[in-house]
């Protein structure tokens, strides 16, 4: 069957964490009519990097987004889960689409605010100036977000990031994606986003009872979703943005080796340490498993590699060339990326003793961490703080490779040969989309 008779409307869910493996194991490799098989997901094995790479159909190295956060040189600034659209560059796989009077839509995905679509609904809370939070979403159309609120409530934030994150942020998801699914006015193209294994595979690793149990949340969700895609007449696609794998013992701490190389220039308010990224000559963006290092002069790269390459746990450290060759080398990432050994993982701290920890260290604050801290996920025993016990995570990903395969399927017909890569999917959906 060619995708010319195929349904002319596609549900497309990326699911956080699903690899192959895991499913595998757990002897899960059909959910309804859907079948998975494992597919390569792009390096780094992040969420925005995948989920720009389906959108787009090009590697990191054409649209842009090389890690979860990026480090503005100008600005002299790390910004992480900035959701701008315009961060993503190139055409998107809709396009053709979109111009033949299709409608488009997208609920949670990474980077979807401002995206010239149809429909969309990303949480956007409000930060108050005296503290606290207001949970919210921004949506159009404008009355969407009013009209999912009188039946779900609120975005479930508190269970979306955090140390009470949990499986109901992405029950919420799904709920609001099939009310969608459900209305006259659905987009053609519905793309959707479950985070529900993440929490569970970063606390526990993908081993443990806990993640077994996500995974059979997992399929919940996305059974429901299968069946009311399926009963509006929609193909289905869900695929994989990265794999977890297992690590253990404390991370790796790369700015405090460029720290105590002074190569990271801390500075000094009180008691605490804040990094000075103006007089830093390097400093490590960290996002898991990979680290993007920005080295402002030439002359400092050779030293920085080799204090790099001596820390405990280091795997491998790319310059530009062998960026290129793994599809990586943007303006946007660092003049050298490092990879951790399987079983570890990198953290952002430059500081060594407790009471030198910036203030926001304690609290989940990922807009000024210059760094991803899935630390932010566990309570500090007896207080309402996060922990910073780094030995507490269990689950990381970034590194992708063999056994670190992502899991996808369609109740498309992929012919004779399936996609083996997620850019290889992108490249599918967009023919698909554009035959139609």
């Excluded at 975005?155 to 009470?164: A, D, I, N, S, T």
């Excluded at 590194?399 to 399936?418: M, N, S, W």
Aim: aromatic share 10%; net charge negative; charged share 20%.
């Amino acid at each position: 069957m060619s995708a010319m008779k195929q349904g002319n409307k596609l549900l497309v869910i990326s699911v956080a964490a699903m690899g192959y493996e895991l499913l595998t194991k757990n002897n899960m490799l059909q959910c309804g009519e859907v079948n998975f098989l494992p597919a390569a997901a792009p390096f780094p094995s992040l969420t925005c990097c995948s989920q720009a790479t389906f959108r787009t159909a090009t590697p990191p190295a054409k649209h842009g987004i090389i890690a979860n956060g990026i480090f503005r040189r100008d600005l002299r600034k790390a910004l992480f889960w900035e959701q701008s659209a315009n961060l993503v560059r190139g055409g998107r796989i809709w396009d053709d689409f979109s111009r033949k009077g299709s409608r488009v839509g997208m609920i949670c995905w990474q980077q979807s605010l401002g995206e010239h679509l149809d429909m969309v609904l990303s949480p956007a809370p409000i930060h108050k100036h005296i503290g606290g939070m207001i949970s919210d979403c921004l949506t159009r159309p404008a009355d969407l977000n009013e009209t999912i609120r009188q039946t779900l409530g609120k975005f479930p934030l508190k269970h979306y990031w955090g140390p009470l994150a949990s499986e109901k942020s992405g029950q919420w998801i799904a709920m609001a994606t099939e009310k969608i699914l459900q209305s006259p006015n659905a987009p053609e193209l519905l793309m959707t986003y479950l985070p529900t294994l993440d929490y569970a595979l970063q606390r526990h690793g993908p081993n443990h009872s806990r993640s077994e149990r996500a995974v059979d949340m997992l399929f919940l969700h996305m059974n429901k979703l299968i069946k009311a895609a399926r009963a509006a007449e929609y193909e289905v696609l869900i695929f994989g943005d990265y794999a977890i794998g297992e690590v253990s013992g404390e991370a790796i701490f790369p700015n405090r080796a460029l720290k105590d190389a002074y190569l990271f220039s801390p500075r000094l308010v009180g008691k605490r340490e804040y990094a000075d990224l103006f007089h830093s000559r390097a400093f490590a963006m960290v996002d898991h498993e990979i680290a993007h290092v920005f080295v402002d002069d030439n002359g400092d790269i050779e030293t920085t590699q080799r204090t790099l390459e001596m820390l405990d746990g280091v795997e491998a450290v790319y310059d530009k060339a062998q960026q290129a060759e793994l599809g990586l080398d943007h303006a946007n990432s660092g003049e050298l990326v490092i990879v951790a050994e399987p079983g570890r993982w990198f953290a952002y701290p430059w500081w060594t003793e407790a009471k030198a920890a910036p203030d926001f260290a304690g609290h989940i604050d990922i807009h000024n961490k210059p760094g991803y801290d899935p630390c932010e996920l566990f309570f500090q025993p007896l207080t309402i703080n996060i922990s910073q016990d780094t030995t507490l995570v269990r689950g990381s990903h970034g590194r992708g490779g063999a056994g670190r395969e992502i899991a996808f399927g369609t109740t498309l017909d992929l012919g004779d040969t399936p996609p083996t890569t997620l850019l290889e999917i992108a490249q599918f959906t967009k023919r698909f989309l554009t035959e139609l």
